[in-house]
Nanobody, 121 residues
Framework: QVQLVESGGGLVQAGGSLRLSCAASGTIFSINVMGWYRQAPGKQRELVAR???????SYADSVKGRFTISRDNAKNTVYLQMNSLKPEDTAVYYCNVNNAITTWGTEHDSWGQGTQVTVSS
């Protein structure tokens, strides 16, 4: 299993910023897709942003223009810069990795434990 550790969540006021980080552990040769999902209480988990090994990005419409996803392949880390935060961004944010090539084989889908982001009005 690929171990994913998220950090950077917290409590901020509306209009503020947070930067989330997710580091994948172990000796990993490559990761096809890294992304961030979020889940608010009583709602389904939704895709926030994703980035491929080629640098292609996609975003949920609700965060376009405010969030930026990036990755550092040397560190096997993905980041989510969140600006102009809104109360509706409040959720647990989960790191996701698809198709990681590791020393022990290919892992198709890995999840972090999540980090809480709370935006107050």
């Amino acid at each position: 299993q690929v171990q994913l550790v998220e950090s950077g969540g917290g409590l901020v006021q509306a209009g503020g910023s947070l930067r989330l980080s997710c580091a994948a552990s172990g000796t990993i040769f490559s990761i096809n897709v890294m992304g961030w999902y979020r889940q608010a209480p009583g709602k389904q988990r939704e895709l926030v942003a994703r980035i491929t090994d080629g640098g292609s990005t996609s975003y949920a419409d609700s965060v376009k223009g405010r969030f930026t996803i990036s990755r550092d392949n040397a560190k096997n880390t993905v980041y989510l810069q969140m600006n102009s935060l809104k109360p509706e961004d409040t959720a647990v944010y989960y790191c996701n990795v698809n198709n990681a090539i590791t020393t022990w084989g290919t892992e198709h889908d890995s999840w972090g434990q999540g980090t809480q982001v709370t935006v107050s009005s």
